[in-house]
């Protein structure tokens, strides 16, 4: 099954940037309609970051990342990328990319439109 890989997460002081980067492990045919980040913080659950709706790069974001983070796109290579900025401790979580390849509709919720998911990268951000 199609992975996605994450890179890009660390430590990093409160108030710090961080840019996350997300790509297939294997090229497939098919290009993805929406890739997203979605995080989850211990004892939380599952939160939709940032969308990008591949073929327009018309963008969502969660509440949290509103104003702080920014998703973009390399549609040539399939990769996605996030831009944390003025990072928060409550930021402070594993971070997954996601990806589904059918259908026009990209959403932060449910969790469930997407197919294919990285194994996920820590953010941990301290004070």
């Known amino acids: 099954q199609l992975q996605l890989d994450e890179s890009g997460g660390g430590s990093v002081q409160a108030g710090g940037s961080l840019r996350l980067s997300c790509a297939e492990s294997?090229?497939?045919?098919?290009?993805?309609?929406?890739m997203a980040w979605f995080r989850q913080a211990p004892g939380t659950e599952r939160e939709g970051v940032a969308a990008?709706?591949?073929?327009?790069?018309?963008?969502s974001y969660g509440d949290s990342a509103t104003g702080r983070f920014t998703i973009s796109q390399d549609p040539a290579k399939n990769t996605v990328y996030l831009q944390m900025n003025s990072l928060k401790l409550e930021d402070t979580a594993i971070y997954f990319c996601a990806a589904h390849y059918r259908g026009s509709i990209c959403r932060l919720s449910p969790s469930t439109d997407y197919d294919y998911w990285g194994q996920g990268t820590q953010v941990t951000v301290s004070s």
């Open positions: 990008i709706y591949t073929k327009s790069g018309s963008r």
């Open positions: 294997e090229p497939i045919e098919g290009v993805p309609v929406c």
